[in-house]
Nanobody, 122 residues
Framework: VQLQASGGGLVQAGGSLRLSCAAR????????AGWFRQAPGKDREFVAA????????YDTDSVKARFTVSRDNARNTLYLQMNSLKPEDTAVYLC????????????????WGQGTQVTVSS
């Protein structure tokens, strides 16, 4: 499956963005899909994931309170709605897909998009 993320940009603290990840190729609906982020000089970290049945997983309670992961299988698209953004949310956000394994682990994902930059100014 091929993935392409979009929707990033520059936003002030407290603002919102919605990221999209368009999937092409194999049956996207069968995959668990996730969002990761990577800030300069830091490791890639898990943000959120959604299973084929719509079950969701978030990294922390803070992320869960502000972000919402969803998918539209008819459109083969994954979303991440981000509200109340903070400067520490600044990173490249990447979407990924997997069909088994620990959904919090980047190593479990076999398919990756190219990432979209999110910058939150204070």
């Amino acid at each position: 499956v091929q993935l392409q993320a979009s929707g990033g940009g520059l936003v002030q603290a407290g603002g919102s963005l919605r990221l999209s990840c368009a999937a092409r190729g194999h049956s996207f609906r069968r995959y668990t899909a996730g969002w990761f982020r990577q800030a300069p000089g830091k490791d890639r970290e898990f943000v959120a994931a959604i299973g084929s049945a719509g079950d969701t997983t978030y990294d922390t309670d803070s992320v869960k309170a502000r972000f919402t992961v969803s998918r539209d299988n008819a459109r083969n698209t994954l979303y991440l709605q981000m509200n109340s953004l903070k400067p520490e949310d600044t990173a490249v956000y990447l979407c990924a897909a997997q069909n088994n394994g620990n959904r919090r682990a980047a190593s479990s994902y076999g398919y990756w998009g190219q990432g979209t930059q999110v910058t939150v100014s204070s």
